[in-house]
């Protein structure tokens, strides 16, 4: 078998004069934004193809058999924007931060009408609520860090989420120490 990047002919020089390599043909140079079997285009020159024409819908370009109507985010199964995870860590731990600081506004009030023991009670479950809600938005958060999307609602779920868990649990510590008598 011959080889198709060379040209036929001996690879040998003739006798009584020096040995030459035979002529390679050299690679021309792909322009920058071309790729194989497409015509070069810059950045801001419309395509010279690749683009419907006027009339046709989406993914019906001549000369491309695969194209499809899907956009170039959805892979797979998924269909979620990116951040979306950042978003509901973000919602979840401000709703749990809302209802916190609601119930403890609203506290004062039932001491009066309701009495100190039911009170304690209440406030008790409310902030359990708060504790399980700012640990699910903390760690919705955590997992929407480590994803490549936005990562700014994420970073402040996980900030909201971490001050109130810190906030409830010291909460918890010195209700401890009073009922023990310190």
């Not at 071309?34 to 019906?60: D, E, I, K, L």
């Not at 008790?124 to 760690?139: E, H, I």
């Given at each position: 078998?011959?080889?198709?990047?060379?040209?036929?002919?001996?690879?040998?020089?003739?006798?009584?004069?020096?040995?030459?390599?035979?002529?390679?043909?050299?690679?021309?140079?792909?322009?920058?934004?071309?790729?194989?079997?497409?015509?070069?285009?810059?950045?801001?020159?419309?395509?010279?193809?690749?683009?419907?024409?006027?009339?046709?819908?989406?993914?019906?370009?001549?000369?491309?058999?695969?194209?499809?109507?899907t956009?170039?985010?959805?892979?797979?199964?998924?269909?979620?924007?990116?951040?979306t995870?950042?978003?509901?860590?973000?919602?979840?731990?401000?709703?749990?931060?809302?209802?916190?600081?609601?119930?403890?506004?609203?506290t004062?009030?039932?001491?009066?009408?309701?009495?100190?023991?039911?009170?304690?009670?209440?406030s008790?479950?409310?902030?359990?609520?708060?504790?399980?809600?700012?640990?699910?938005?903390?760690?919705?958060?955590?997992?929407?860090?480590?994803?490549?999307?936005?990562?700014?609602?994420?970073?402040?779920?996980?900030?909201?989420?971490?001050?109130?868990?810190?906030?409830?649990?010291?909460?918890?510590?010195?209700?401890?120490?009073?009922?023990?008598?310190?």
């Amino acid at each position: 078998m011959s080889d198709p990047q060379q040209p036929p002919g001996q690879p040998y020089s003739q006798p009584g004069q020096p040995y030459s390599q035979p002529a390679q043909p050299q690679p021309q140079p792909q322009p920058p934004y071309s790729q194989p079997g497409q015509p070069y285009s810059q950045p801001g020159q419309p395509y010279a193809q690749g683009a419907p024409a006027p009339g046709q819908p989406y993914g019906s370009v001549p000369g491309q058999p695969y194209a499809s109507a899907t956009p170039p985010y959805a892979q797979g199964a998924s269909t979620a924007r990116p951040g979306t995870l950042g978003r509901t860590a973000f919602l979840v731990a401000a709703i749990s931060v809302a209802f916190g600081l609601v119930v403890q506004l609203v506290t004062p009030f039932f001491y009066a009408s309701i009495g100190f023991g039911a009170v304690t009670l209440v406030s008790n479950l409310v902030n359990l609520v708060v504790l399980a809600g700012a640990a699910a938005g903390l760690w919705l958060g955590i997992l929407a860090l480590r994803r490549p999307a936005p990562h700014l609602p994420a970073a402040i779920a996980v900030g909201l989420a971490g001050s109130t868990l810190v906030g409830v649990l010291t909460s918890w510590i010195a209700n401890l120490f009073s009922y023990v008598g310190f």
